[in-house]
């Protein structure tokens, strides 16, 4: 099954970033998915992004308890895809029409769904699993993701759990095979504060948010959230893949979380 998951596997560090690349992003705040959704689209679960989601089969065959998952935040769908062959009846929800565009054309089978920010269109504990991956760092403030994990929380079942996969701490400082970070926006760098990457061999610059282990175990545990387990990905250097530094520093976090009683 894993195999075949990511069988689209291909040889990174073969695609030079070209020297002639040219955009003013003095217009770029975040996240730009009118520019960029196309181009997202196209990526599939290679290099630093197969560590992030490698694992993950295996979390989900310890943790979960039903199929029905939600994918928050699902972009062009390719996290939806990826649970959708593993077995789940998923929906998929985001706020960006752009990106639920792509998604439905890549999987005109699949549910998707544009969500308004801050309110999931569906029932109270509807869902045994639900998905945040890649996506934590486009929320620009603490009040936003309580506000995302407040819903979350609302729509998941009593003895559900919620997967993240998220940016390491230490991302931003160690090159990886599918960014490069070499900004001076990524020096003496605190929770909160914004940071830059660029995908290798493509145009994609994003700014996002960088949030500590700390600051996101505050918003768990204020949303009413215990973490049950918090995986690093390394790569073990038998990949297919050309590594800068995966081998020794983890980019991507993957938390379990799920709901703790309140007892009155
Ligand atoms: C980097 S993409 C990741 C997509 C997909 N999960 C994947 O792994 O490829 C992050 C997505 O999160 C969405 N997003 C950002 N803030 C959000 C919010 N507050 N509520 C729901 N979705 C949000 C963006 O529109 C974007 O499509």
């Known amino acids: 099954m894993v195999e075949r998951l990511f069988s689209k596997q291909k040889v990174a ?35 630093t992004f197969y560590l992030g989601y490698r694992d993950v089969p295996e979390l989900l065959k310890q943790y979960t308890k039903g ?19 593993l077995g789940f009846k998923i929906t998929g929800v985001d706020i960006n029409p752009d990106m639920i565009k792509q998604a439905m054309k890549l999987d005109p089978e699949g549910d998707y769904r544009l969500m308004q920010e801050g309110h ?28 995302i994990f407040s819903e979350i929380h609302r729509v998941l079942r009593k003895d559900g759990i919620v997967l993240i996969i998220t940016d390491a701490e230490n991302m931003y400082q160690h090159e990886a095979a599918s960014f490069t970070f070499k900004f001076p926006e990524n020096k003496n760098i605190k929770s909160g504060m914004q940071v830059k990457l660029k995908f290798r061999g493509g145009k994609i610059v994003f700014f996002d948010y960088y949030w500590t282990e700390s600051d996101y175990k505050k918003v768990f545990i204020s949303t009413r959230f215990k973490v049950i387990k918090l995986h690093k990905t390394l790569a073990t250097g038998k990949e297919l893949f050309k590594w800068y530094s995966e081998s020794k520093y983890p980019h991507f976090s993957v938390y379990v979380i799920k709901k703790f009683k309140v007892w009155l």
């Not at 199929?67 to 959708?84: I, Q, W």
């Not at 999931?120 to 045994?128: G, K």
């Open 13 to 47: 560090g073969s695609r030079p970033v070209s020297r002639f690349f040219k955009i003013i992003y003095s217009d770029l705040k975040s996240h730009d998915y009118k520019k960029f959704s196309q181009e997202y689209s196209k990526l599939d679960i290679t290099d």
């Open 120 to 147: 999931i269109p569906l029932e109270n504990e509807s869902f045994d699993l639900v998905t945040v991956f890649i996506m934590l760092m486009e929320v620009p403030n603490l009040k936003k993701m309580k506000i």
């Open 67 to 85: 199929k029905k998952a939600l994918d928050f935040g699902c972009g062009s769908g390719r996290s939806t895809r990826f649970l959708k062959q």
